[in-house]
Nanobody
Framework: QVQLVESGGGLVQAGGSLRLSCAASGRTFSIHVMAWFRQAPGKEREFVAALRRSGGGTYYADSVKGRFTISRDNAENTVYLQMNSLKPEDTAIFYC????????????????????WGQGTQVTISS
């Protein structure tokens, strides 16, 4: 089992920044890919960013490219999402997800690819 706990959400004005954290615990050695998704009210959960724990490239949704950065600290079993130039349309609950499939091909855009999920952290951007 893997447990994921997100933190760092909050209310900021448009143009501001937030840094989300996702701390993993349990059988963290089984994690191969970690990602961030988000879900706005009345909308489906959508992919935001992903990376492999072992290294390699990072992957982003077009809507966040150039504004968001995903990174990892394997020693701390933590993944981060640095969000800059935030827009009101970024308002959503942000979820951290982990994929334990060792043969996972990147990018992992579908939420169905991920086995473990955090409880989510609310991000609200005011205009």
């Amino acid at each position: 089992q893997v447990q994921l706990v997100e933190s760092g959400g909050g209310l900021v004005q448009a143009g501001g920044s937030l840094r989300l954290s996702c701390a993993a615990s349990g059988r963290t050695f089984s994690i191969h890919v970690m990602a961030w998704f988000r879900q706005a009210p009345g909308k489906e959960r959508e992919f935001v960013a992903a990376l492999r724990r072992s290294g390699g490239g990072t992957y982003y949704a077009d809507s966040v490219k150039g504004r968001f950065t995903i990174s990892r600290d394997n020693a701390e079993n933590t993944v981060y999402l640095q969000m800059n130039s935030l827009k009101p349309e970024d308002t959503a609950i942000f979820y951290c997800a982990a994929d334990i499939n060792p043969g996972a091909l990147m990018p992992r855009l579908s939420s169905r690819s991920y086995t473990y999920w955090g409880q989510g952290t609310q991000v609200t951007i005011s205009s």
